[in-house]
């Protein structure tokens, strides 16, 4: 299945519960186990966000996904995951597994910061009594790192690129630097907004201080691999508190509860047919007892009482979707072929849901299908609406299109 172009990735301390969430949030088995460091070479999988489906609302009795999934009127829509070796503070001096690993995540467009909110990790990944270290530190140390590992990847050769620039006459300075850093999926927007917000835009570059590209790099990061936090654990009782405290700490950074676990058990409990459960639901329903053991029975309970009761979903979903939907802005819109009967050329309902930034084009969408269907667009017809409609009109989420180009010169 073709995850997009988005790419998700997992990072945090160690023994957290990183691979946990990815396992849960992919439905690949990766090792998992209660110490630090299982986790060396990196995870790659496809998770998916949740919407409700376009079929819906148009009072299509179904629809026939092709690039996604459809389960009960809820579109499950890929995007693609990385989960990577856990850090320790000090990793960019060589600690634990050091951060280089971290490379693996150069072009993530969002990261998933996991923390233990329940505080059962010591700083070096050893389990401990829970309410014993704090969550909030534990984030701090792992922003650090990361902006850490930007800074010694950008500053060994800055000097010589900055003396470039300075002497050079380069005209875009905004667009030289994010060529400089385009290994990191950096933009020129970004640039051109970090310059913006450290207010060093009109200073030489050859006379920042390592401070300043310092606090440079982190309004660079913070735009091209924004962060959510994922407060992992909540199944453990005092969690609630850890959570309350982050949200406070943070308060620009979306915080989301989640139980990696109990996700990864009413997946697989629903995958064995005893549990009728749909990933994002806040609830599950026993279908067959007999596929339960008094011990599975029990976790089930533990589960609905401790995660799904007090915070309405187990927050692996949640997750994903602030990070597309909320941090990334990214809406859904449903290509077609047939406008009156929302189909594809083989008369399959609403086969591919897209993932577009908010505020795109028909033909930046007609550009996402093909590059061929972007050169030859000429107009789109809004498939709910019967209307036509040019490359001023933005695409809404849930919008149903269809594209009309001119026929390719043969
Ligand atoms: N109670 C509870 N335990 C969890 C949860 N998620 C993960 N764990 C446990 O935490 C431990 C570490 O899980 P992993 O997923 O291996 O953690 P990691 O962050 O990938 O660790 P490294 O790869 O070693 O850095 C395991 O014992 C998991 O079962 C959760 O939501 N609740
Ligand atoms: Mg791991």
Known sequence: MEAGQILVGVVGKTNVGKSTFFSAATEVPVQV???????????????????????????????DPVNSVCIDGWRFIPVKMIDVAGLVPGAHQGRGLGNKFLDDIRK???????????????????????????PVEEARMIIREIDEWMYQNVARDWDKFARRVDTGGVHDVPGAIAQRLSGFGVTRTHVA????????????????????????????RERSSPIVIVANKVDIPGAEENVKRLKEAF???PVVPASAMAELLLRRAAKAGAIKYIPGDPD????????????????????????????????????????VFDVLGMIVVYPVEDASKFTDRNGRVLPDAI??????????????IHTDLGNTFLYAINAKTKQRVGE??????????KIVAAAAKG
Do not use: M
């Open 251 to 253: 308060p620009g950074t």
């Open 33 to 63: 186990e209660n110490r630090p460091f299982v986790t060396i070479e990196p995870n790659i999988g496809v998770a998916y966000v949740r919407k409700r489906c376009a079929h819906v609302e148009l009072g299509l009795p179904k629809c």
């Open 108 to 134: 993530a467009d969002v990261l998933l910061l996991v923390v233990d909110a329940s505080g059962s990790t010591d700083p070096e990944g050893l389990p401990a009594k829970p309410g014993t270290y704090d």
């Open 355 to 368: 993932l577009i930034p908010r505020g795109s084009s028909p033909r930046d969408l007609a550009y996402r």
């Open 392 to 401: 001023t009109y933005q695409l809404r989420d849930g919008d149903v299109i």
């Open 193 to 220: 907004e970090a310059l913006e917000a450290t207010g060093l835009g009109d200073k030489k570059l050859s006379t920042w201080s390592g401070d300043e590209l310092r606090g440079f790099l982190k309004a660079v």
């Open 284 to 323: 599950f329903e026993v279908v067959d007892e007999s596929r339960l053991d008094s011990k599975a029975r029990k976790a089930l309970e533990i589960i609905r009482e401790r995660v799904l009761k007090p915070w309405k979903g187990t927050g692996v979903i949640q997750a994903l979707n602030t990070a």
